[in-house]
């Protein structure tokens, strides 16, 4: 099992930054790659980003480019969210997810099996 746990949430005004972690413990040697979602209430669970554990190769949904970056510390098992300019569109539920199968990073929510708590970004407008 791999044990996800997400931090760096908070209320924050549009054009404000954050950065969210995400820490693994556990089997982690099994993750191939770790993605954050996000889901706002009353919508699909969404994806943002990717980043594959072995040569940090990364996918960004357009919503996002250019503004998050996504980021990994092999050795402490981390990874981080940078997020910048965020608009109020942004506010929801941040999920980290642990991808063990497979060999290239998606976009599918269905290919992770490991989710974190996630933790609430709002922000105002």
């Known amino acids: 099992q791999v044990q996800l746990v997400e931090s760096g949430g908070g209320l924050v005004q549009a054009g404000a930054s954050l950065r969210l972690s995400c820490a693994a413990s556990?089997?982690?040697?099994?993750?191939?790659?770790m993605g954050w979602f996000r889901q706002a209430p009353g919508k699909e669970r969404e994806f943002i980003v990717a980043?594959?554990?072995?040569?940090?190769?990364?996918d960004y949904a357009d919503s996002v480019k250019g503004r998050f970056t996504i980021s990994r510390d092999n050795v402490n098992k981390a990874v981080y969210l940078q997020m910048n300019a965020l608009k109020p569109e942004a506010s929801a539920v941040y999920y980290c997810?642990?991808?063990?199968?497979?060999?290239?990073?998606?976009?599918?929510?269905?290919?992770?099996?490991?989710w974190g708590q996630g933790t609430q970004v709002t922000v105002s407008s």
């Open positions: 997810a642990a991808m063990t199968m497979g060999r290239f990073i998606t976009r599918s929510a269905n290919a992770y099996s490991h």
């Open positions: 556990g089997r982690t040697f099994s993750s191939i790659a």
């Open positions: 980043i594959r554990w072995n040569d940090g190769s990364r």
